[in-house]
T-cell receptor, first 114, second 115 residues
Framework: AQSVAQPEDQVNVAEGNPLTVKCTYS??????LFWYVQYPNRGLQFLLK??????LVKGSYGFEAEFNKSQTSFHLKKPSALVSDSALYFC????????????FGKGTRLHILP | DTGVSQDPRHKITKRGQNVTFRCDPI?????LYWYRQTLGQGPEFLTY????????KSRLLSDRFSAERPKGSFSTLEIQRTEQGDSAMYLC?????????????FGQGTRLTVV
């Protein structure tokens, strides 16, 4: 069965420093991979996706993510963190066949320290 | 507003009552998902539709939960004989079925409180 793992419940980063939020997945077939962000009392917002092509994908608010097929990972990155990036981040995956639905990880709380 | 719409936004019900939630997806999206989210946790998959066909229902989901999408447009999620453990945010999302634009877009959710 398909699965998504976000190994860190919380990540703390100083403002201006680079950030990484980790995600690994298991799915049948080539994956479709997604990152979403949720601010307090707000809905989930789509950030970026990997469908095919370049392993490094860019999304909203300066975020990017790197697809690594051999490590089955899709880590979210940003070169310079902002306090306003503090939120809950979710990785999601969709596969093929029986895994042809979008499922989410448990989330990582990103806390940017001023 | 052409986003995903959910109604109601909040529902308070007594234990044992039935509740029904509605979701109106983005009009050109043929895929519709239902998820459940509790505070600080990730969205838990409940079920999904491709047009009017329900493709999968989570095995973790009780028989008290049922969902429909009769004409391939809006969808309803019904919970019968509600229990306190059903209290959560119920999220609906829609997407295109395939191709490059397959990301899901979410509604604001329906917050259910069972008292």
């Amino acid at each position: 069965a398909q699965s998504v793992a976000q190994p860190e419940d919380q990540v703390n980063v100083a403002e201006g420093n680079p950030l990484t939020v980790k995600c690994t997945y298991s799915v049948s077939g080539n994956p479709y991979l997604f990152w979403y962000v949720q601010y307090p009392n707000r809905g989930l917002q789509f950030l970026l996706k990997y469908i095919t092509g370049d392993n490094l994908v860019k999304g909203s608010y300066g975020f990017e993510a790197e697809f690594n097929k051999s490590q089955t990972s899709f880590h979210l990155k940003k070169p310079s963190a902002l306090v306003s990036d503090s939120a809950l981040y979710f990785c999601a995956v969709r596969g093929k066949g029986r895994d042809d639905k979008i499922i989410f990880g448990k989330g990582t709380r990103l806390h940017i320290l001023p | 507003d052409t986003g995903v719409s959910q109604d109601p936004r909040h529902k308070i019900t007594k234990r044992g009552q039935n509740v029904t939630f509605r979701c109106d997806p983005i009009s050109e999206h043929n895929r519709l998902y239902w998820y459940r989210q509790t505070l600080g946790q990730g969205p838990e998959f409940l079920t999904y539709f491709q047009n009017e066909a329900q493709l999968e229902k989570s095995r973790l989901l009780s028989d008290r939960f049922s969902a429909e999408r009769p004409k391939g447009s809006f969808s309803t999620l019904e919970i019968q004989r509600t229990e306190q453990g059903d209290s959560a945010m119920y999220l609906c999302a829609s997407s295109r079925g395939g191709g490059l634009n397959t990301e899901a877009f979410f509604g604001q959710g329906t917050r259910l409180t069972v008292v």
